[in-house]
């Protein structure tokens, strides 16, 4: 479909959606929205750039300053960000998630403890220590988004990919009927249902 955006076409780097509905509460949904296809053939991708997958991190307590990103480590990242969203696309349409996916969820998930665990310190005794060095750091961050993304797919929430074309993001639909990820997105999709409807009734 061409419409009016066509004319609107910025000529800067498209700026990235808001959080989706519920990407407060998971920070896996959060992650799965970390790209995005925008209309007139614009898109973004907050982790293409070790720089930026740092900043998305930082943003949602996932690693500490004294961590450096390498491509390497953005590369997993996309990777495991394309494996969740395949998790949960397979839950919006109901359909048999890919194999490959749940095993790399699972794989991501057993790497490295989530959890405080159990030290013994002789002078304080016995505690509950955060363990993740700064060497496995990426694999904590991914650990921690898998086993967010666990909660995400097997909890009561409803979720929803962004009925808004060509948007690919999700979202939880938590309140009431609502099906875009963003305002932007409800906007275009009325605009674009007022145009058929104008297009409509003239023929
Ligand atoms: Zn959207």
Avoid: K
């Amino acid at each position: 479909m061409r419409g009016m955006d066509d004319t609107l076409a910025p000529e800067v780097a498209p700026t990235a959606l808001p959080p989706a509905p519920g990407a407060d509460r998971y920070c896996s949904l959060d992650f799965a929205d970390t790209a995005a296809t925008l209309p007139v053939g614009q898109s973004y991708d907050l982790l293409a750039a070790p720089e930026s997958a740092m900043r998305w991190l930082a943003a949602h307590d996932l690693t500490t300053p004294d961590v450096q990103l390498y491509e390497v480590c953005a590369q997993r990242m996309r990777t495991l960000r394309a494996h969740i969203r395949a998790l949960i696309a397979a839950r919006v349409d109901t359909t048999t998630p890919p194999e490959e996916s749940l095993r790399a969820v699972n794989e991501a998930l057993t790497a490295v403890p989530t959890v405080p665990l159990l030290a013994w310190d002789g002078a304080r005794g016995l505690r509950r220590v955060q363990a993740h060095p700064t060497d496995q750091a990426v694999n904590h961050a991914l650990a921690t988004l898998a086993a967010d993304a666990a909660d995400l797919l097997t909890g009561p929430d409803i979720l929803a990919a962004c009925g808004s074309a060509p948007c690919d993001r999700f979202l939880l639909r938590t309140h009431g009927r609502r099906h875009w990820c963003s305002t932007r997105c409800g906007d275009r999709a009325r605009a674009a249902r007022a145009y058929a409807r104008r297009s409509g009734a003239s023929g």
